[in-house]
């Protein structure tokens, strides 16, 4: 059973940049596309970005797209989501998942991600 560690959230101020680590456990890390969402308050949980198990075919949200990069270390069994020029509006719970349906290419809709894990809090505040 693959088991997610998020890691690496906090608070930080507009225009400032976080890195944030989702670490894997349990299972062929690299065999799995990493997804990262978010849900901020009161609202429904989103995709961010997500990054298959091969190839660069990287997937964005239009809203953090050019500020957010996705990156794995298959190595470490770790995902990364390197966010930079943060905004308030940013601030949410980011969850990472993972999917094993396997292929060059990811999808950002929440019903194809069964494995995920706890959050992580980012908060963009003055």
């Known amino acids: 059973q693959l088991q997610l560690v998020e890691s690496g959230g906090g608070l930080v101020q507009p225009g400032g940049s976080l890195r944030l680590s989702c670490a894997a456990s349990?299972?062929?890390?690299?065999?799995?596309?990493i997804g990262w969402f978010r849900q901020a308050p009161g609202k429904g949980r989103e995709g961010v970005s997500c990054i298959p198990s091969v190839g660069g075919n990287t997937n964005y949200a239009d809203s953090v797209k050019d500020r957010f990069t996705i990156s794995r270390d298959n190595a470490k069994n770790t995902t990364y989501l390197h966010m930079n020029s943060l905004k308030p509006e940013d601030t949410a719970i980011y969850y990472c998942?993972?999917?094993?349906?396997?292929?060059?290419?990811?999808?950002?809709?929440?019903?194809?991600?069964?494995?995920w894990g706890q959050g992580t809090q980012v908060t963009v505040s003055s």
């Open positions: 349990g299972s062929t890390f690299d065999r799995y596309a």
């Open positions: 998942a993972a999917e094993g349906a396997g292929g060059g290419w990811c999808s950002l809709t929440l019903n194809l991600w069964p494995y």
